[in-house]
C-alpha cells in the first residue's frame, strides 16, 4: 500500500473484481484499483483525478454514511427494498445520505429527546452531533 492510501493489484486471468472481461492494457501501465468504486484506473495520475470526481466522492460519503448508520439502534434496513426506517420518528429514508439529513434535523432530534424522556433510555447515536461525516475532500482521507 503506497502512503497515499491506494494499493496496485493486478488483476487475475484477465476479469476485473466483478469478473466482468478486462481490456488488454500497455504492459508498462500500472493499474490501479479504486476498491469504494470497485474499478481500475491505469497509472497514479488517473487515480488521483478519479478520486477527486463525484461519484467517487458521493460514494465515499455513501459508504461513511452507511457505517454510521449500522451503529444506530432505532434505525432499521430492508436489503430487499433498500428503504431505511426510522423507528423513533416513524419515517422511510431511500439512501443513506437522506437518513444523515433526517437524523440531523430538529425533529428527529426533538423525538430522540422525547424517547429518551418516555423510556429512561439514551439512543447513543440519536443525536446529530454524534454522526457528522467529514466533507474533506483531501484524496487521502477519501480514499
Aim: proline share 3%.
Amino acid at each position: 500500500m503506497y502512503s497515499s492510501g491506494y494499493s496496485v493489484q493486478t488483476p487475475e486471468s484477465g476479469r476485473n473484481p466483478r469478473g466482468k472481461k478486462r481490456k488488454k492494457l500497455d504492459s508498462a501501465g500500472e493499474e490501479i484499483l479504486c476498491s469504494v468504486c470497485d474499478i481500475w484506473v491505469m497509472g497514479v495520475p488517473q487515480y488521483q483525478a478519479h478520486v477527486k470526481g463525484s461519484k467517487h466522492q458521493r460514494r465515499t460519503k455513501e459508504r461513511s454514511a452507511d457505517e454510521v448508520i449500522n451503529r444506530m439502534p432505532f434505525m432499521k434496513w430492508d436489503k430487499g427494498t433498500g428503504i431505511h426506517t426510522c423507528e423513533v420518528c416513524d419515517v422511510k429514508l431511500n439512501s443513506s445520505l437522506v437518513v444523515m439529513v433526517h437524523v440531523s434535523g430538529s425533529r428527529h432530534k426533538d423525538n430522540v429527546e422525547a424517547y429518551e424522556a418516555a423510556h429512561g433510555e439514551i439512543l447513543t447515536y440519536g443525536k446529530p452531533d454524534d454522526h457528522k461525516i467529514s466533507s474533506s475532500t483531501s484524496t487521502s482521507d477519501n480514499i
